[in-house]
């Protein structure tokens, strides 16, 4: 019998265990494409429904907005109902919202199919995260499993602009909503066929309440952040938001706790390489949100290039993306996740001080110089917060866990797109050096965040930050048994 199909503990073989990683990583690919892939069609959509500033930071943020408030219900309703049942639900949702975005004829109609979209997209990574975390229960190989599926997310975020530059230049903005649609009916197929069912040994009860208190915190400040370029930051809305979003925080920090099976796990917040990697993946894609946003608006406004042109430039970053992903996550999986998270720290930084001196006549190989930093900071970043999430904790817990990673990273591109749109504000219809100029404050931004990843990437992986998280998993023993250990 070959290696390929030798038979393990739970009955699945070496090639179906990867055949299902394939499947699962065929979600990521158009989930978090999607992320990416509209910002190069951003300036043909405000031509095309004459879309104002911030109906283009809602077109996006519409999308990961939703993503990030409702990641974590996904993930502990796929541990009850059924991880392949929630899968396959995800794609249909997800498939007939990027239908529905492809024939989207104003701006808030478009903004209604993302947020379809989206909910379509919140039970597939997260999901999808746990039916390999899953699959793969061996750590070592658990560990190269989800390098992988972290390396195509990556990799799927970097290549967005590219694909969509050649889809929008090709065939229109349209097209890069309507790509999805074939791979997510491909995916249906394969997961029906080989993606065998996973519960969790208990499941949790829901919690209606901490998932309205997390959508009043999310919603509230991403609303004030975009907002407030229109009303100001002392308008009683603005204002009133920001209270809300405070409520929230206290009412989920004093609600939560109290539940058996709360939809926020606090208790997972003891592990100071999990909390750490949820600060980590906020950082880092607010800081890559930020670039992607406004890296097409500065090549296509500024530098008058094609959407197709502007998403070559971007090429270094998909490029540095595909070579440094897998190669972090063998890293991760011999060496731990320091070199990476501090590399990761540094070229996130570099590359927003670099960013600083860009104009509107800069040449164009420093252009994509700068660039590559950015590839790698993404290319470094993503396997380390990954693996940080999820290892350690029981499996029992590993779509809660994988979701709060996901939910951060969402997070992060959301409050990436509000606060580099509310920077740029008006200056974005001025072009020239007048947007260049406003772009600074955003720079200035991604290199406090890179330091901070620098940062915690130091703190987070030394000998009593790693004894914290044996000392978190410890609380979910009794899990499966119903036992709560606060």
């Not at 190989?141 to 230049?169: M, N, Q, W, Y």
């Not at 390489?273 to 406004?301: D, H």
């Not at 070579?323 to 731990?336: E, F, K, N």
């Not at 904790?393 to 990273?409: E, H, I, W, Y």
């Amino acid at each position: 019998m070959s290696a390929s199909t030798l038979l393990t503990a739970d009955g699945l073989t070496r090639r179906r265990r990867f055949l299902i990683l394939a499947i699962c990583c065929a979600s990521a690919v158009v989930v978090v494409m999607d992320i990416s892939i509209v910002n190069v069609a951003l300036s043909a959509i405000r031509r095309d429904l004459h879309a104002s500033v911030s109906g283009l930071q809602w077109t996006v943020d519409g999308y990961t907005l939703v993503l990030a408030s409702f990641l974590v219900l996904a993930g502990s309703v796929a541990d009850r109902m059924g991880r392949r049942r929630v899968f396959l639900i995800g794609l249909t949702v997800f498939g007939l919202g990027s239908a529905l975005c492809g024939l989207a004829p104003t701006t808030g109609t478009l903004i209604a199919a993302r947020v379809l979209q989206a909910i379509g997209g919140t039970m597939l990574n997260p999901v999808a995260m746990a039916i390999v975390a899953t699959t793969f229960p061996e750590p070592a190989e658990r560990a190269k499993a989800i390098g992988v599926f972290a390396s195509v997310t990556g990799l799927s975020l970097g290549l967005g602009p590219i694909v969509g530059g050649a889809l929008v230049d090709g065939f229109g903005w349209h097209a890069v909503f309507w790509v999805n649609v074939p791979i997510v009916a491909a995916a249906i197929v394969c997961a029906v066929l080989f993606v065998p069912e996973s519960r969790a040994a208990r499941a949790r009860r829901f919690d209606p309440v901490g998932q309205v208190l997390v959508i009043l915190v999310l919603g509230s400040v991403v609303y004030a952040i975009i907002e407030s370029h229109e009303l100001g930051w002392t308008s009683p809305v603005i204002l009133g938001l920001l209270v809300l979003a405070v409520l929230g925080v206290l009412g989920i920090l004093g609600y939560e706790p109290r539940r058996a099976d709360p939809l926020l796990e606090l208790r997972l917040f003891r592990s100071v390489p999990f909390s750490s990697a949820i600060l980590m993946a906020l950082c880092a894609l607010c800081a890559f949100g930020s670039f992607l946003f406004m890296t097409p608006l500065y090549l296509q406004n500024v530098r008058g290039m094609s959407a197709f042109v502007a998403g070559l430039c971007l090429l270094p970053v998909g490029a540095l993306i595909v070579v440094l992903s897998p190669i972090t996550g063998r890293l991760v999986a011999t060496r731990g996740p320091r070199l990476p998270l501090v590399v990761a720290g540094a070229a996130l930084a570099l590359g927003g001080a670099a960013s600083t001196l860009l104009g509107p006549d800069t040449p164009i190989p420093a252009v994509l110089a700068t660039y590559l930093l950015f590839g790698i900071a993404l290319g470094m970043v993503n396997p380390p917060i990954t693996n940080s999430a999820v290892a350690g904790m029981p499996r029992s817990m590993a779509g809660v866990a994988a979701s709060l990673a996901s939910s951060g990273r969402q997070t992060g591109t959301t409050l990436g797109v509000a606060i580099s749109g509310t920077i740029v504000g008006s200056a974005l219809s001025a072009g020239g050096t007048q947007f260049t100029d406003a772009e600074h404050g955003v720079w200035w931004l991604v290199v406090v965040l890179g330091v901070g990843v620098l940062a915690l990437g130091l703190f987070s992986t030394g000998r009593r930050a790693v004894g914290t998280a044996t000392r978190a998993a410890v609380l979910f023993d009794g899990v499966e048994a119903g036992v709560t250990v606060r």
